[in-house]
DNA sequence: CTCTTGACGCCGG
DNA sequence: TCCGGCGCCAAGA
Protein backbone atom coordinates (compact mmCIF):
# COMPACT_ATOMS: atom_id res chain seq x y z
CA UNK A 1 0.00 0.00 0.00
CA UNK A 2 2.37 2.40 0.68
CA UNK A 3 3.75 4.02 -2.79
CA UNK A 4 7.09 4.52 -0.91
CA UNK A 5 6.59 8.09 -0.80
CA UNK A 6 3.84 9.82 1.44
CA UNK A 7 0.61 8.81 0.73
CA UNK A 8 -2.65 11.43 0.92
CA UNK A 9 -3.97 9.37 3.51
CA UNK A 10 -1.25 9.57 5.66
CA UNK A 11 -0.98 13.18 5.30
CA UNK A 12 -4.48 13.18 6.17
CA UNK A 13 -4.01 11.04 9.32
CA UNK A 14 -1.41 13.14 10.27
CA UNK A 15 -3.57 16.23 10.40
CA UNK A 16 -6.47 14.72 12.35
CA UNK A 17 -4.43 13.40 14.50
CA UNK A 18 -2.46 16.27 15.22
CA UNK A 19 -5.85 18.37 15.61
CA UNK A 20 -7.64 15.76 17.97
CA UNK A 21 -4.40 16.45 20.10
CA UNK A 22 -5.14 20.00 20.70
CA UNK A 23 -6.60 20.49 24.33
CA UNK A 24 -9.90 21.88 24.93
CA UNK A 25 -9.70 25.62 24.68
CA UNK A 26 -6.07 25.95 22.94
CA UNK A 27 -5.55 26.66 19.23
CA UNK A 28 -3.09 26.14 15.97
CA UNK A 29 -2.88 28.26 13.37
CA UNK A 30 -3.30 26.10 9.79
CA UNK A 31 0.64 26.52 9.62
CA UNK A 32 1.35 25.84 13.25
CA UNK A 33 -0.66 22.24 12.40
CA UNK A 34 1.97 22.00 9.40
CA UNK A 35 5.01 22.94 10.98
CA UNK A 36 3.30 20.47 13.81
CA UNK A 37 3.89 16.77 11.54
CA UNK A 38 6.35 18.39 9.66
CA UNK A 39 4.61 17.68 6.26
CA UNK A 40 2.98 20.05 3.86
CA UNK A 41 2.24 23.76 4.38
CA UNK A 42 -0.89 25.79 5.49
CA UNK A 43 -2.71 25.18 2.26
CA UNK A 44 -2.64 21.82 2.61
CA UNK A 45 -4.12 21.47 5.77
CA UNK A 46 -6.67 23.69 5.22
CA UNK A 47 -7.84 21.43 2.21
CA UNK A 48 -7.62 17.90 4.94
CA UNK A 49 -9.57 20.22 7.03
CA UNK A 50 -12.16 20.82 4.54
CA UNK A 51 -12.96 17.50 3.53
CA UNK A 52 -12.14 15.30 6.86
CA UNK A 53 -12.73 17.85 9.98
CA UNK A 54 -15.58 17.00 10.33
CA UNK A 55 -14.75 14.15 12.99
CA UNK A 56 -12.74 16.30 14.87
CA UNK A 57 -12.16 19.58 16.59
CA UNK A 58 -11.79 21.56 13.49
CA UNK A 59 -13.24 24.63 15.42
CA UNK A 60 -9.19 24.68 17.41
CA UNK A 61 -7.62 25.23 13.78
CA UNK A 62 -7.89 28.39 12.57
CA UNK A 63 -6.04 31.35 10.39
CA UNK A 64 -2.83 32.94 12.10
CA UNK A 65 -4.63 36.36 12.97
CA UNK A 66 -6.83 34.14 15.07
CA UNK A 67 -9.97 34.30 12.80
CA UNK A 68 -11.67 30.95 11.97
CA UNK A 69 -12.59 29.74 8.77
CA UNK A 70 -15.20 31.47 6.20
CA UNK A 71 -19.09 30.44 6.95
CA UNK A 72 -17.51 28.75 10.22
CA UNK A 73 -17.06 31.87 12.49
CA UNK A 74 -20.30 31.84 14.36
CA UNK A 75 -20.07 27.67 15.31
CA UNK A 76 -16.77 28.16 15.71
CA UNK A 77 -17.47 30.99 18.63
CA UNK A 78 -19.74 29.03 20.16
CA UNK A 79 -17.45 26.41 20.83
CA UNK A 80 -14.73 28.84 21.87
CA UNK A 81 -17.39 30.20 24.49
CA UNK A 82 -18.00 26.81 25.26
CA UNK A 83 -14.66 25.54 26.26
CA UNK A 84 -13.03 28.84 27.44
CA UNK A 85 -11.11 29.93 24.73
CA UNK A 86 -9.16 33.06 25.60
CA UNK A 87 -10.98 35.64 22.90
CA UNK A 88 -10.03 39.39 22.02
CA UNK A 89 -13.16 41.80 21.84
CA UNK A 90 -12.84 41.19 18.34
CA UNK A 91 -14.21 38.26 18.27
CA UNK A 92 -11.26 36.72 17.33
CA UNK A 93 -9.15 34.19 19.19
CA UNK A 94 -6.25 35.93 21.37
CA UNK A 95 -3.31 33.62 20.13
CA UNK A 96 -1.05 34.89 22.27
CA UNK A 97 -2.56 32.90 25.09
CA UNK A 98 -4.61 30.28 23.56
CA UNK A 99 -1.96 28.74 20.76
CA UNK A 100 -0.68 25.42 21.49
CA UNK A 101 2.56 24.64 22.85
CA UNK A 102 2.02 21.66 21.07
CA UNK A 103 2.93 19.54 24.15
CA UNK A 104 0.66 17.82 26.73
CA UNK A 105 -0.47 20.09 29.06
CA UNK A 106 -0.66 17.34 31.41
CA UNK A 107 3.35 18.67 32.01
C1' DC B 1 3.49 21.83 -18.92
C1' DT B 2 0.44 26.05 -17.66
C1' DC B 3 -3.46 28.24 -15.27
C1' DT B 4 -6.78 28.40 -11.55
C1' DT B 5 -8.43 27.57 -7.04
C1' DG B 6 -8.42 26.86 -1.93
C1' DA B 7 -11.14 26.27 5.76
C1' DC B 8 -3.44 30.03 4.43
C1' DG B 9 0.48 33.58 5.98
C1' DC B 10 3.19 37.74 6.08
C1' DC B 11 4.12 42.53 4.70
C1' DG B 12 2.93 47.35 3.19
C1' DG B 13 -0.05 51.13 2.63
C1' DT C 1 -8.67 47.91 10.90
C1' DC C 2 -9.43 47.00 6.05
C1' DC C 3 -7.26 45.81 1.43
C1' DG C 4 -4.15 44.41 -1.99
C1' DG C 5 -0.07 41.87 -3.36
C1' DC C 6 3.09 38.00 -3.32
C1' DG C 7 4.59 33.48 -1.69
C1' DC C 8 3.66 28.63 -0.63
C1' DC C 9 1.62 23.59 -1.31
C1' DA C 10 -1.32 20.37 -3.66
C1' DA C 11 -4.99 19.06 -6.79
C1' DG C 12 -7.76 19.48 -10.95
C1' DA C 13 -8.73 21.01 -15.78
Known amino acids: MSGGLLSSEEFIEAVLGAV ?43 RA ?3 AASGLEVRARREWLAEGTPLRPTG ?7 RWDGRPHNG
Open 20 to 62: EAIPPGKVLAYGDVAELICMGGPRSVGKVMSGHGAGVPWWRVI
Open 65 to 67: DGS
Open 92 to 98: KVDMRRA
